[in-house]
């Protein structure tokens, strides 16, 4: 969850990391103790940044999901900003409204500057993935993507090729887990609350066996039901905590 705390007198200041694909890093900020309700905040790097243009495609033989990552770039070239990245942020959702439909989804984002950021959604018919190469003619992106540790910074996957002509380097140290990961043993919390995950895509909470459900395996973020989630789990939200927390 990359999640730490910092102790502020009465109060403890949760900090939740993470991404958020076209609005760069996150932060959920959640103060809780002492006197005050709890508060909770996001922060992004981006927060005006738009999103892609919606679109359904099945991804189903896609392995771009599996290279979901935060790639921020690595140079030193004055032509691009320090905080310039790369953003691949993969999700699934199952049993869309009205259809049996079960869809993969994966947004790739690009900030040249650390300020303003493009995101499209992968498109088999105009983009292609193959053998670690990312090919977007249209937007002209051309990366590669290597899975190889790297023990001087931590990083997973590596990442190298052109933007608009300009070469670029980068890797990143997240790596998805699938929903599948949480499965076994229920989580439960003192109010009785219980949940157990199934499996890819389904979880029983409280009783109840929701199989209509949104997975975000590089933040391991879980909501329900897909359309107009009201219940969010994860690095976002959690419906877990204990009574004082919720107020």
């Known amino acids: 969850m990359y999640f730490f705390t910092v102790m502020q007198g009465e109060e403890t200041v949760s900090l939740i990391m993470g991404t958020a694909a076209e609005q760069g890093f996150a932060c959920n900020n959640m103060v809780t103790g002492g006197e005050k309700p709890a508060q909770i905040r996001s922060l992004v790097t981006i927060p005006q940044a738009a999103k892609p243009d919606f679109a359904l495609y099945d991804l189903s033989g896609c392995e771009l999901a599996d290279f979901s990552g935060y790639y921020p770039f690595q140079f030193d070239i004055e032509t691009l900003h320090s905080r310039s990245f790369v953003s691949i942020q993969a999700q699934y959702a199952t049993l869309l409204p009205g259809t049996d439909w079960d869809l993969n989804f994966v ?3 690009v900030s040249t500057d650390g300020i303003n950021s493009q995101a499209y959604y992968f498109n088999p018919f105009t983009m292609s993935f193959k053998d670690g190469i990312l090919d977007m003619p249209e937007q002209n992106i051309h990366l590669q993507l290597t899975r190889k540790y790297n023990p001087a910074n931590g990083s997973l996957v590596q990442m190298s090729g052109t933007i608009n002509g300009q070469k670029i380097t980068g890797s ?3 790596n998805p887990v699938p ?3 949480f499965a076994g ?5 003192r109010l009785g609350d219980r949940l157990a995950v199934n499996g890819e895509n389904s979880v029983t909470y409280n009783g109840d066996n929701v199989k209509s ?3 975000v395996p590089l933040m391991y973020i879980l909501a329900y039901p897909v ?3 009201d219940v969010v789990m994860g690095a976002s939200h959690n419906p877990m905590f204990d009574e004082s927390e919720q107020e």
């Not at 043993?185 to 919390?189: F, V, W």
Request: glycine share 4%.
């Open 107 to 109: 947004a790739i984002s």
């Open 172 to 174: 990143t140290p997240f």
């Open 179 to 181: 929903l599948s990961a």
């Open 185 to 189: 043993q229920p989580l439960t919390n």
């Open 213 to 215: 459900i949104i997975y």
């Open 227 to 229: 359309g107009n989630p």
